[in-house]
Each structure stands twice: as C-alpha cells, then as structure tokens.
C-alpha cells in the first residue's frame, strides 16, 4: 500500500473551498493541527462559531476527500471554532483569533444516548498528574473484562496518552462501514486512543475545543458494538476535557484515584468536587500507591502514608472501593504492555484491582447505569 503524507492530504484539502471567502480552506487557513501516521490521518477546521451548523458538511467533505486517498486508512476530521474574528482580506491570511470557544450541543434526541450500545460509562480521574491513574483504568477495565463484562476502554488524554504503551497496542484504526471507525482490540477489550494516530514522542500542540471534537468523535464515530462498561481515562485536572466528558456524556459515575498523602488528596478533592459540580455521581475513591512491600526482606513501608483515601472516603461519605500497592510488578507489566490482571492473575496486586472491579460491577448493576448528561451551571 502507498504512504500518505502531510503534503498530499493538504493538496486535496486545498480542492474544497471555503464559502465565505471564496479561497480553498488551506489557503484560508482554516486547516490545523494535521497529523498522519501509517495511514491514519487527523486534522481539525477552523470555523466561526456562529457557521458551525452548516459547516458539518464541509467537515464530512473534508473526511471523504482525505479518505480516497491511496494509502489512507482513516480520517478523523473535528471542527474548532472561535468567536468573532472578522473575514480574512484578500490574499491575506486570517489572524490567529484571541479567543476561542467550544462548538455548541449538537441537536438530538433527549433519550438518545450519545454512545449507543454502551449500557454504562465511567469516568477515572484524578485531581493531578503521577498518582497511577492510567494504571489503574487499564487494570480495572482488565478485570472487568475477567468478570465477564462486555468492556471498552477510551484513552481521553490527548494530551499524553499512554494506553497504547500501557496494553501493548502498535495498530492502527481502520475505517468501517458509514464513515466509522473500528476500535483496536487488547486484553479483552475494545481499546481507542489518539496516541494510534500519531508517534509516542510527538506532541499535540492543540487548542481546547479541538481536543473536546476529538473526544466526542471517540465517543460517537467509533463502532463501540454492544458493552456493559466502557471505562474512560482522564486526563489528570479539571480542564477542557472534564468538562467535556461531564456535559456532552451520559456518565454513569467517576471514580477518583489518589495516593494517600495530604498532598494528593487536596487535589483529588478538586477533581471530587468538580463532578459534584456538574452532577456527576462519584462512583468511590481508589487508594493507590497506598504501602510497599519490599520484595527482599518482606518489610512494610508506607512511603506515602496508608489510608487517606480511605479517611477522606468516609469524611465525605463515599465508597472506598480499595487499596493497592506500589510495587515493582505493577510498573514493570505496565511499561510492558501486559497488565498485571492478566499476566499475573492470581498475584495479590491483580487480586486487588480484581476486588475493586467486583465492588463496581456491583454497584453498576444496582443502578448505575446511562443517564441524560447535566447541564453545566457556572455560579
């Protein structure tokens, strides 16, 4: 098969002209943040808000050129727009606009969920970054899926996603029937990740609203089939992508993941609180990191303290679903891409994420389950 590269996708993006100014969209500038990788190929189109409704057109013409491609294997297009920037004169490019803001809710069904087929979603996060919350979403969705669940796994850090290192995944999506794409497969799980479309060191250099579209184009374009769950890994804080996760989404819950230190835990409140905000139940706290063993002389060490995930749990009157430990083993199958769920089943560590994937299978079955997403109210 023949390779694609920037320069190609952005020739046959310059076929399509943009309405307003009469200029082909990469000329207009209106063509941003491109990345192609093994056939793969993501980009976003720069808009004003107030065309938004009729430029989806634009964006699936956009798709469908890019796809027709030699070479190319999927196309994932977002619109990010921005406010008030005057028409571009001409033969001039337009200003970067000063400020910019998410598109508005698409129009649909209130009963219509926005990922259909997927009985429940769930959130992990956590106030910041190092406290082992990827870790914990991949081992968690792993066992899930060892419970027998039907169990999808969304890498939503854009940012620096790193589930594709995490289960050993080095595909790439490829496009399905009416313009879908099909996740990859891993460790008995449905697995998606914009780290598939683009190299592990290369950054993404983009703005808050094109990282909101490519969460929900994940969420909605990808062909996610009939789960029981599908686990979604945060992004550490409260941004863009929180936000997003919490008003466009159907949340079944959050779960928080903290190490025990008074550090952590002021900002795993931060992140606690932020879905209070907005409505969304707080599923439990997860305690991580929570003692060390050492594998030598079998001494315990509690380098982060031990428990207070769980005091903080019953301050505030949530489930503390459960402890698990800083060890080697974890680290090591997690640099590996096997995680320890399934390499090492019957190890304590994959026993402890076992037991904290029973208390939420229950918890799920007990109501839990696919709601009309909150309406975010800035007091």
């Given at each position: 098969m023949a390779s694609i590269s920037e320069q190609r996708v952005r020739e046959a993006l310059a076929e399509l002209r943009d309405p307003a100014s009469g200029r082909n969209i990469v000329e207009a500038?209106?063509?941003?943040?491109?990345?192609?990788?093994d056939g793969a190929v993501g980009f976003a189109i720069e808009i004003d808000q107030a065309e938004a409704p009729q430029r989806e057109t634009l964006r699936r013409s956009a798709e469908d050129k890019v796809r027709a491609l030699p070479g190319v294997t999927a196309v994932t297009a977002v619109l990010t727009a921005h406010r008030g920037a005057p028409p571009p004169g001409?033969?001039?490019?337009?200003?970067?606009?000063?400020?910019?803001?998410?598109?508005?809710p698409p129009e649909r069904a209130a009963d219509k969920p926005l990922v259909p087929g997927v009985k429940a979603i769930v959130a992990v996060a956590s106030g910041k970054g190092g406290v082992g919350k990827s870790t914990t979403a991949v081992n968690l969705a792993?066992?899930?899926?060892?419970?027998?669940?039907?169990?999808?796994?969304l890498d939503a850090d854009v940012y620096g996603p790193s589930l594709p290192r995490m289960l050993g995944v080095r595909g790439k999506p490829k496009s399905v029937g009416d313009k879908r794409i099909a996740p990859l497969e891993a460790w008995g799980l449905k697995v998606m990740s914009i780290g598939f479309l683009?190299?592990?060191?290369?950054?993404?250099?983009?703005?808050?609203?094109?990282?909101?579209?490519?969460?929900?184009?994940?969420?909605?374009?990808?062909?996610?089939?009939?789960?029981?769950?599908?686990?979604?890994?945060?992004p550490p804080g409260t941004g863009d992508a929180q936000l997003t996760m919490a008003q466009r989404v159907p949340l079944a819950g959050a779960i928080i993941v903290s190490t025990p230190q008074d550090i952590a835990l002021i900002d795993a409140r931060k992140g606690l609180n932020m879905f209070r905000k907005v409505d969304v139940p707080v599923l439990g706290i997860v305690e991580n990191m929570s003692m060390f063993i050492c594998p030598h002389c079998g001494?315990?060490?509690?380098?982060?303290?031990?428990?207070?995930?769980?005091?903080?749990?019953?301050r505030l009157g949530l489930p503390f679903l459960g402890e698990v430990p800083l060890d080697l083993a974890i680290?090591?199958?997690?640099?590996?891409?096997?995680?320890?769920?399934?390499?090492?089943?019957?190890?304590?560590?994959?026993?402890?994420?076992?037991?904290?994937?029973?208390?939420?299978?229950?918890?799920?079955?007990?109501?839990?389950?696919?709601?009309?997403?909150?309406?975010?109210?800035m007091e």
């Open positions: 500038g209106m063509v941003s943040g491109l990345v192609v990788r001409d033969g001039a490019r337009p200003a970067a606009p000063q400020r910019r803001a998410p598109l508005p792993v066992a899930l899926a060892r419970l027998g669940l039907a169990v999808g796994l683009v190299e592990e060191d290369t950054p993404m250099i983009w703005r808050g609203p094109m990282v909101m579209g490519a969460l929900e184009q994940m969420l909605r374009e990808v062909e996610w089939g009939m789960l029981d769950v599908l686990v979604v890994d945060m001494g315990r060490s509690d380098i982060f303290g031990h428990g207070g995930a769980r005091d903080e749990a019953v680290r090591e199958t997690s640099d590996a891409g096997t995680p320890i769920v399934r390499s090492a089943p019957d190890s304590p560590q994959a026993q402890a994420y076992m037991a904290i994937a029973a208390t939420l299978r229950d918890r799920l079955a007990g109501g839990a389950t696919m709601r009309p997403p909150p309406r975010i109210v």
